[in-house]
């Protein structure tokens, strides 16, 4: 069994591979068999009304295999949108092989609810997650652009990949971590492109996903 993750920030390509052999047991539950979403919100600062965004523009190649979200705004932090697609190709017809790609693709992301406490305003104008599975190969991948509020980060971007997110003083806000993925040892891959998870020091408790997507060997 191949397995490829591949990521991309800003206007710089960088490659990461993580390799698996098809013996391998599994750790962990499977990743489903191919789904992608734009991305979730659940989070509360200070006494304030808990902010809550389900899951966007969910897909999945059992159903439904598109969908759209337009722009979902709460306090402190906005998606832009986007669709999603998971489709199912069949690459054999004689013996049924198939093939999977699941796909989500948002824009104009803008988390703001760091900004009273000293921190940044954190902007993705553009971002996209993969995950195509055959029955030999699984690859993920992930891509984003103009991107402000998280400064640089290194390429290749390594698993989980953390980014302290800081006020000019040092002090911790929050958390970035990018490239997260969950590899059970089955084949299939789960990758969360942006997880934000909010420190004390910010007076918001919570997190933020910006992209999801996972998939797993076809029968």
Request: hydrophobic share 35%; charged share 10%.
């Amino acid at each position: 069994m191949r397995i490829t993750i591949a990521s991309r920030a800003g206007l710089v390509g960088a490659l990461l591979l993580a390799g698996l052999g098809a013996g391998a047991a599994p750790a962990a539950a499977s990743n489903p068999s191919g789904v992608a979403s734009l991305g979730s919100a659940a989070f509360t600062k200070g006494s304030s009304t808990p902010i809550s965004i389900a899951s966007l523009a969910d897909c999945a190649v059992e159903g439904p295999t598109s969908n759209s979200s337009g722009a979902v705004s709460k306090t402190g932090i906005t998606f832009g949108g986007g669709t999603s697609t998971c489709t199912t190709t069949v690459v054999d017809p004689a013996n049924d092989v198939t093939a999977t790609s699941s796909v989500a693709e948002g824009k104009n992301f803008e988390l703001s609810a760091l900004v009273s406490a000293g921190g940044p305003r954190i902007k993705v104008k553009t971002y996209k997650v993969s995950c195509n599975a055959t029955q030999t190969s699984t690859n993920a991948s992930w891509t984003y652009g103009g991107a402000t509020g998280i400064g640089t980060l290194p390429s290749p971007v390594p698993v989980g990949y953390v980014k302290p997110i800081t006020k000019s003083n040092g002090t911790l806000l929050a958390e970035a971590v990018f490239n997260e993925q969950t590899l059970p040892g089955d084949g299939s891959i789960g990758l969360t492109m942006l997880r934000i998870k909010f420190a004390p020091a910010s007076n918001i408790t919570g997190e933020v996903v910006i992209g999801r997507t996972a998939c797993s060997p076809t029968p």
